[in-house]
């Protein structure tokens, strides 16, 4: 089983609408969670970390749920700039070697 | 952004040949690593450097080795390229006063013949 699990999609969705996207992740002992952007043939991007609380930036709303293990990135409003693939980071128990990426999810933003 | 860059971009090299890929920062982080991006299995880790000449085995170490002889530069050697090492390769940094955020090169896709 891997670590972290996304929905390769791609999600196609119009202009102005609001996509969601999940990761699971296996360990519970996982404790930084993160969400990056990778644009075709680019490198990944920090888009945000996840708290435990939830943050928001803009547009983009992260959640963690931790009883559940999996984390969410809502995106409203989408942009035709959004489209891209958004990758689920997860850091096992604050250790800097222990990264662990998902395989990514594909968001097709449309005019 | 981390000012993080790799050389070479692009290389094609043949099977059993040695390669070294470099990543130079300009941030003074701390931690380096070495990814390699495959389709279908996001990027796993090859090496990584908690410091100048410390570092240690990632995920998939087999055929890589790595030095760092200075806190700017991490390089990994490809000791004799397969086919199955052609792959998009990233270096990236953090910084452990960051929550562990890491900051990635631009990339080098290698292609062995």
């Known amino acids: 089983r891997k670590e972290v699990e996304q929905d390769p999609g791609p999600f196609n969705v119009p202009e102005g609408a609001t996509v969601a996207f999940n990761c699971t992740y296996s360990?519970?002992?996982?404790?930084?969670f993160f969400w990056y952007r990778q644009d075709c043939r680019k490198e990944p991007k920090l888009l945000m970390s996840v708290y435990s609380s939830g943050n928001e930036d803009g547009r983009f709303t992260a959640q963690l749920n931790r009883a559940s293990q999996y984390i969410s990135l809502l995106i409203r409003d989408s942009k035709l700039s959004d489209s891209a693939t958004y990758l689920c980071?997860?850091?096992?128990?604050?250790?800097?070697?222990?990264?662990?990426f998902g395989s990514g999810t594909k968001l097709n933003v449309k005019p | 952004d981390a000012g993080i860059t790799q050389s070479p971009r692009h290389k094609v090299t043949e099977t059993g040949t040695p390669v070294t890929l470099r990543c130079h920062q300009t941030?003074?982080?701390?931690?380096m690593y070495w990814y390699r991006q495959d389709p279908g299995h996001g990027l796993r880790l090859i090496h990584y450097?908690?410091?100048?000449?410390?570092?240690d085995k990632g995920e998939v170490s087999d055929g890589y080795s790595v030095s760092r002889s200075k806190t700017e530069d991490f390089l990994l050697t490809l000791e004799s390229a397969t086919s199955s090492q052609t792959s998009v390769y990233f270096c990236a940094t953090g910084s452990p006063g960051r929550d562990y955020e890491q900051y990635f090169g631009p990339g080098t896709r290698l292609t062995v013949t």
């Open positions: 450097s908690y410091g100048v000449k410390d570092t």
């Open positions: 980071v997860v850091n096992m128990a604050d250790n800097f070697n222990k990264f662990y």
């Open positions: 360990n519970s002992a996982s404790q930084s």
């Open positions: 941030e003074n982080h701390r931690y």
